[in-house]
Nanobody, 121 residues
């Protein structure tokens, strides 16, 4: 069983930055692909970024060039650095994990509780 706890959300002005963190329990963290989804009010959940155990990454077109996903296997933590934030980035961001560890097939088995990100002036 993997438990995920997100932190780092909050209110930021357009153009600003935030870094989300996700701490995972369990010694198997290093072999899982990790990712971030987000869901805005009235919209479908969207896959934002994925990182495999080996560090390969994939991003949605909407965040490419602005967001960076990374992981520290020694700390069982995955990060999402968000720069040049826009109002349309406002959403609840969810950390997740997938034991398949496949960059092109990401189907999470585990989810965090979510952290709110609000981009507004």
């Amino acid at each position: 069983q993997v438990q995920l706890v997100e932190s780092g959300g909050g209110l930021v002005q357009p153009g600003g930055s935030l870094r989300l963190s996700c701490a995972a329990s369990g010694s198997i963290f290093s072999i899982y692909a990790m990712g971030w989804y987000r869901q805005a009010p009235g919209k479908q959940r969207e896959l934002v970024a994925v990182i495999t155990s080996g560090g390969r990454t994939r991003y949605s077109d909407s965040v490419k060039g602005r967001f960076t996903i990374s992981r520290d296997n020694a700390k069982n933590t995955v990060y999402l650095q968000m720069n040049s934030l826009k109002p349309e980035d406002t959403a609840v961001y969810y950390c997740n994990a997938d034991h398949h560890n496949n960059l092109n097939y990401y189907s999470p088995n585990y989810w965090g509780q979510g952290t709110q990100v609000t981009v507004s002036s």
